[in-house]
């Protein structure tokens, strides 16, 4: 099992930019691919964003493509999710993840508790 402690989310304006952290412990991170996912209000939990374990290789939601960036630090037990050109519908609880798998669907192991992001147009 892998503990996940997210970090770095709050209020900001349409446009501007946040960074999430998220600290893993437990068993060995660079084992698992990781994501973001994210749930809006009276909305299911989506799919944002995926690296593998050794960050070659990404995957995105098309609706953040371009906008936001997934990357880790093996090294600082870390992935990050940079957001730039927030939009008011980005507004959610962001959710990081270990995965088992990315494709063909991801296969979350590990969930951690969730940061809101909110962004006012």
């Known amino acids: 099992q892998v503990q996940l402690v997210e970090s770095g989310g709050g209020l900001v304006q349409a446009g501007g930019s946040l960074r999430l952290s998220c600290a893993a412990s437990?068993?060995?991170?660079?084992?698992?691919?990781m994501g973001w996912f994210r749930q809006a209000p009276g909305k299911e939990r989506e799919f944002v964003a995926a690296?593998?374990?050794?960050?070659?290789?990404?995957v995105y939601t098309d609706s953040v493509k371009g906008r936001f960036t997934i990357s880790r630090e093996n090294a600082k037990n870390t992935v990050y999710l940079q957001m730039n050109s927030l939009k008011p519908e980005d507004t959610a609880v962001y959710y990081c993840?270990?995965?088992?798998?990315?494709?063909?669907?991801?296969?979350?192991?590990?969930w951690g508790q969730g940061t809101q992001v909110t962004v006012s147009s």
């Open positions: 690296s593998t374990w050794n960050g070659d290789s990404t």
């Open positions: 437990g068993r060995a991170f660079s084992n698992y691919a």
């Open positions: 993840a270990a995965l088992v798998r990315i494709v063909p669907a991801p296969h979350v192991a590990d």
